[in-house]
């Protein structure tokens, strides 16, 4: 929207918060694994390592990993350590750009989750 809009992002929000609270809608945040699916298509991984990110997502908002974080950049963490693990691996680099994030909340969130699900990843 902000692209063909010419709006920035922060005014898309900004308006978009604005209307919700006039109308008194009450909308639940996205689910990250709602990205899984998409993302992981355009970046060529397989069903298991999808399932295996959505496993991680799910995980981690059972321990409140997710609280006040994008759910794109969940998604992203998720599929980068699934692929990890699953040996099909993408760089940051590829999966940021397939999630329209930076490298930086890639390895951001991937480095929070890692730690606080114990996960014992060579990178």
Known sequence: IAEVSRVGKKEIARNYRFITRELDMHITPTDPSNYVGRFGSELEISGETRTKAIELIKEAQEKKLTSGR??????????????????????????????????????????ELAEELELMIDV
């Open 70 to 111: 994008g759910p794109t950049g969940i998604a992203a963490a998720a599929l980068y350590i699934a692929g990890i693990l699953s040996e099909e691996r993408r760089t940051q680099r590829e999966v940021a750009e397939v999630a329209q994030v930076t490298e930086v909340t890639v390895r951001n969130r991937y480095r």
